[in-house]
């Protein structure tokens, strides 16, 4: 008896100590998600409110919000919220300078279960006039894109690269912008297919250098419109620099390589007037190499310079004579012409030489 009389007490204890190691703060949202819709650029900060209720038995705390954004802001008190009691935290979202569609993400760590929670706002802004003019500044129609050019740089001859531009609606009808006129060495992915109001789509494009079959600098152009119907569209240029790939030569490939010389590094005109007749020059191309020179491309972009070359294939050893006329009447308003030959070859050391046109315009 003396035995279970002391035991009762321990017992007891025992059997209290889980109830109370339950007793803690739970907290339950009513919502993780806030849409916002689509709303106006002008309206300025938009907010929401997400609110936590303590559904356990103990006070519970709310001990910081982080947004992955700085256009998103969070308010919240740090007192202690007691059970059956709700916690709000306000959030705030600054729309300026961002149309389009939006999603944002907050984390919020509390003293009790869940230790984190994550919450979501999303909406779409309809852009105000002068952040579209900024950010969108080329329209046609509904339609506004952010440039009109789609550089990609230098790109080795069997590869590819990627580009793209953006776009936006900024009607308040869904538009289907589409892609016309591609180029043969270039894909284009549109997405969305389906742009709703207020909100941004991309045109991805790759370029497939060994489908190009130029070389050097390659200029070209492709249109979007923002329906299959429009007729007004917006042209768009795409450049790139093709490039012999030379990467993988070894160093006895290097050094029977070919080599590019030419015997003049300008053809100076002297004076010329924009009544003169058409003028003629000429200048030497040698392989000063051990295999054969490949002229992949040679090229003026002055319309007054027009070039000519017989052969494009130069043994070692041997020369070819370049034509170069000149029309002065395609000359524009300018007192100097300064015009630039490029060639473009297989000499792994010089895959493109300048040979430049010049003159003084009377």
């Not at 709310?62 to 947004?67: G, L, Q, S, V, Y």
């Not at 050094?255 to 002297?270: F, G, M, N, Q, R």
Request: glycine share 6%.
């Amino acid at each position: 008896m003396r035995h279970f009389r002391l035991l009762l007490p321990a017992l007891i204890l025992g059997m209290l100590a889980p109830l109370t190691a339950s007793a803690e703060g739970k907290g339950k949202w009513i919502t993780t998600k806030h849409d916002f819709g689509a709303f106006d650029e002008d309206l300025g900060t938009v907010y929401c409110e997400f609110k936590l209720v303590n559904v356990g038995d103990e006070p519970l705390a709310i001990i910081a919000t982080r947004a992955n954004c700085g256009c998103t802001r969070p308010e919240y008190s740090t007192d202690p919220v007691a059970p059956g009691d709700t916690a709000v935290i306000r959030v705030g979202f600054d729309p300026t300078g961002r149309p389009g569609r939006f999603v944002k993400h907050l984390k919020v760590d509390i003293d009790s279960d869940p230790l984190r929670s994550n919450l979501t706002i999303q909406g779409t802004v309809i852009g105000a006039s002068n952040t579209l003019k900024t950010r969108f500044p080329h329209t046609a129609g509904p339609m506004k894109l952010r440039t009109l050019t789609i550089p990609y740089g230098k790109v080795d001859k069997g590869h590819t690269a990627g580009q793209y531009i953006e776009g936006y609606n900024a009607s308040s009808d869904t538009i289907y912008p589409v892609v016309k006129n591609v180029p043969s060495y270039i894909n284009v992915l549109l997405q969305p297919a389906a742009v709703p109001p207020g909100e941004q789509f991309v045109v991805s494009t790759v370029l497939h250098s060994e489908a190009c079959k130029e070389w050097g600098i390659v200029t070209d152009e492709l249109n979007i419109y923002p329906d299959a119907s429009a007729a007004d569209g917006l042209r768009v240029e795409t450049v790139a620099i093709i490039n012999e790939d030379f990467s993988k030569l070894t160093p006895e490939q290097m050094a029977k390589a070919p080599v590019i010389d030419t015997d003049v590094t300008a053809l100076d005109l002297e004076q010329i007037s924009h009544t003169d007749a058409p003028l003629t020059r000429t200048f030497t191309i040698s392989n000063i190499g051990k295999s054969p020179l490949l002229i992949r491309r040679i090229s003026c972009a002055d319309n007054a310079v027009s070039v000519k070359l017989k052969s494009d294939k130069i043994k070692p050893g041997k020369s070819a004579k370049v034509e170069v006329t000149v029309d002065p009447s395609f000359i524009g308003d300018t007192e100097l012409l300064n015009a630039r030959i490029n060639i473009v070859a297989n000499d792994p050391l010089h895959p493109s030489t300048m040979v430049r046109v010049v003159a003084e315009v009377k």
